[in-house]
Structure formats: C-alpha cells, structure tokens
C-alpha cells in the first residue's frame, strides 16, 4: 500500500534558521507529492507540489524535490520567520484520482523571534 | 470566487447523539472527499462521492458513518450516536474532475463529543 513517513517534531528553529523537514514514501505506481501546510485553526493549504521525478515544487521561499531513487521529497527553506510556524504535511497522490491522498502525520513547525 | 465551505466549523454532541456536517465544495467541482483528523495525526480518507454516488467509500467506519451529495445542495457526513473517540477535525476536498490536477481543501469542521 501507500504510505508516507515524515520527520517527528515538534521542530523549533530561530527566526532566519535554515529549515529541513524530511519525508519518504512508499507507493504503488507513480504518485504526485505534496506539501501542505496547516496554520492554528485552520484548515490545510497547499504549499508546493512536484508530479515526476526530479521536478522541483517551490513557493513562498520554499522548495522540495521529487526524489525517485531515494523515495523522497524533503521540504527546505533558507530563512524561516514567526510566521512559518504552522504544521507541515507531506502528501502523496496516485495521479488518477485528484483528492485522495496519502497523508504523513504531520510535523509542528515553531520558530522564535 | 469562494473556496470550499464547510459548517459548522465547531460542533459538539453528546454521546449518542448525532452529528451532521456540511461541505460546499467550490463552484463547478462535482467530486468530494471527506478527510479524518484526529488529534496529533495525519488526515486519513474516508470517503469519495461524485454527485448522488458513493465512488470509494474504503476508509469509512462500516458502522455509524455514512455520507452522501445529492443532487442539488452540500455534501453531508452524518456520524450517528457519536462516541468520545469520534471527536476530531473532519476536512472536506472538492475538486473539478477526478484526474484534475488539485484538491482545494476547506477549513473543517471540529468535532467534540462530551
């Protein structure tokens, strides 16, 4: 079956730090991945996607690449702020069906000033 | 152009009693999906519906839990005699077309049972 492992947190990182939160995955066929992210009480976004191997999803100074040979898709950012802080999910998707994905658990993201 | 809506956004129930929750999906989408999330996990799928079918309901509770999206009007999840355990965030997706390349997510709904 699918399945997607994410790096435990909770995750504390000072404002400007670099950011690195892992994520593999096992899969059937050839999945789309995603990373979402989640703000207090609110429902999810999406961050940044890639479709194929290699492609690199980037957005609001984020980025991971779609990592065939190691099945993953790390998700970097250079500088976090205070307003990163959020929780970060690691999606994948069987391109044959839109909205059912595969979730990791989540990883709780808070940077201090 | 507004997003998927789901309400109400925070419902609480007595054990036993029931619990209905509603999603909107955006305008022109005709495919849903019901997402759980239980607390300090990920969301897991329960179930898909295109208007008046069920197409994949493989992650629902055989028991309690059912979900429909009839013709005209949201989608609804109806959870009957709620338990403690049901209490969580229950997420609604929609998209335009089952090989569409996104689905938008609403805000959810929280479930607490007392």
């Known amino acids: 079956g699918n399945s997607v492992t994410q790096m435990e947190g909770p995750v504390t990182l000072s404002e400007e730090a670099f950011l690195t939160i892992n994520c593999t995955y096992t899969a059937t066929g050839y999945p789309s991945l995603f990373w979402y992210v989640q703000y207090p009480g609110e429902g999810l976004q999406l961050l940044l996607k890639a479709t194929k191997a290699d492609d690199k999803g980037s957005n609001k100074g984020f980025e991971a690449t779609y990592r065939k040979e190691t099945t993953s898709f790390h998700l970097e950012k250079g500088s976090v702020q205070v307003s990163d802080s959020a929780v970060y999910f690691c999606a994948l998707r069987l391109n044959t069906n839109a909205g059912k994905s595969t979730f990791g658990d989540g990883t709780t993201l808070t940077v201090k000033p | 152009n507004a997003g998927v809506m789901q309400n109400p956004r925070h419902l609480v129930r007595r054990r036993g009693q029931e619990a209905r929750l509603r999603c909107s999906p955006m305008?022109?989408?005709?495919?849903v999906y019901w997402y759980r999330q239980l607390p300090e996990e990920g969301l897991k799928f329960m179930v898909y519906l295109q208007k008046e079918n069920i197409i994949d309901e493989s992650g629902m509770p055989k028991e309690r839990f059912s979900a429909e999206f009839p013709k005209e009007g949201p989608s609804i999840l109806r959870i009957q005699q709620v338990v403690r355990g049901d209490s969580a965030a229950y997420f609604c997706?929609?998209?335009?077309?089952?090989?569409?390349?996104?689905?938008?997510f609403g805000q959810g709904t929280r479930l607490t049972v007392v």
């Open positions: 997706a929609s998209s335009l077309s089952q090989g569409a390349a996104e689905a938008f």
């Open positions: 305008k022109g989408h005709s495919h």
